[in-house]
């Protein structure tokens, strides 16, 4: 049995309208629409290294198969008998882009009954503080529906140690919930609404951000930087927090070029794992890229570090289904069984262990 920590099976009606550039996700959402526009997608530039438009059309296929069931019954066929898997919610109506079509209810709804259906699953709610009564809704989706954990997102645009997030974390460190949170910059998914609303989210920040020539991109980045953990981590102490995607495949190449470039958030995570007992950090979406699998195997003969490190493949949010199978077997030969299971297995176990026992 092995755990995959980082999954995804929103729907298309879970992501707002304005998501997508160029009004793709209306497009996109009529059967018509996302043929004529992926056979353009695909043809626009069929050799660039620029595969933005190919993984919107994947994610969309992805996101239209109807249901949370059928989108995560996609996902399960990559995986032996008896896998578990750490499922994100997304709650999107926050980002300032535009309306979700579906109520954020709905889909922690829907994730309830796919919980009830297939007890491997292991459901997280999404937690923007932006919401209103959202601590009703963290104890409806945990006592009543068998979710056991809060995914945090702070790019589309709150800080990790927002004091509105305190309840959240005190409920999830008394009942041993863990914590996942996005934690990797400049990613597709952040704050889209104006500039100056957002300069206005960044002044919440503890430091004083200077914003002048940054992009959306980079601003966002801000929210997401994990240092802004270690005020919580110092608040709450025994909470489980996982730092997902283990600041990107942006600084693992930076890592390995530059290694002691400045402000390189591999760097700064890997620092923090040392020093804080109860932070993870998974490795989904990052390690697509085989060119790390060196790294990571290296990382884990630190006695330390070992028992840190969560698997999880961020799916759907990778390219291609095949990229499913092949990265979960070819890290799988390429670690070996004994690093393999310490992060596909025993850290986890660790990980998601609550007070609830099911
Ligand atoms: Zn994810």
Redesign the pocket.
């Known amino acids: 049995m092995i755990y995959n920590c ?1 999954i ?1 099976t929103f729907k298309d009606a879970d992501i707002p309208r304005g998501f997508l550039p160029l009004g793709l996700v209306r497009v996109l959402s009529t059967k018509p629409g996302f043929r004529v526009v992926s056979r353009i997608l695909n043809n626009i530039n069929p050799f660039s290294d620029n595969d933005a438009f190919d993984r919107y059309v994947k994610f969309v296929e992805l996101g239209r198969l109807g249901s949370q069931e059928a989108i995560y019954k996609n996902c399960r066929k990559f995986y032996p008998k008896n896998s578990k898997f750490g499922i ?1 919610a997304m709650d999107m109506a926050y980002m300032g882009a535009g309306k979700v079509p579906r109520a954020y209810f709905d889909q922690l709804k829907e994730l309830g009954e796919l919980k009830l259906k297939y007890p491997e699953t292991i459901p997280f709610v999404h937690i923007d503080p932006r919401r209103n009564g959202y601590m009703d809704i963290l104890k409806k989706c945990v006592e009543d529906w068998g979710f056991r954990g809060v995914k945090v997102y702070p790019p589309l645009g709150y800080f990790p140690y927002d004091e509105r997030m305190y309840s959240v974390y005190e409920y999830c460190q008394a009942n041993h919930l863990p914590i996942i949170t ?1 934690c990797s910059p400049f990613n597709p998914v952040h704050y889209k609404g104006k500039k100056k609303e957002l300069r206005k989210l960044l002044e919440q920040g503890r430091d004083r951000i200077d914003t002048r020539g940054m992009s959306r991109k980079e601003m966002c980045s801000k929210f997401t930087h994990p240092l802004n953990w270690e005020y919580v981590m110092e608040d709450f102490p025994a909470l489980k927090i996982c730092l ?2 283990f600041g990107s495949a942006h600084y693992w190449s930076e890592f390995l070029d530059n290694p002691d470039g400045p402000d390189n958030w591999f760097l700064i995570i890997k620092d923090m794992l040392e020093r804080y007992p109860h932070l993870y950090s998974d490795i ?2 990052t390690l697509n890229k085989k060119e790390y699998f060196p790294l990571l195997k290296v990382l884990l003969q630190d006695k330390l570090l070992r028992n840190k490190i969560l698997f999880g493949s ?1 799916y759907y ?1 990778v390219e291609t289904e095949a990229t499913e199978r092949r990265f979960s077997l070819d890290l799988r030969a390429y670690l070996g069984e004994d690093d393999f299971m310490t992060i596909a297995k025993k850290n986890p176990e660790q990980f998601f262990a609550t007070r609830f026992n099911d």
Do not use: A, R, V, Y
């Open positions: 980082h995804h994100l996005h997902g995607h989904s979406f961020d949010m």
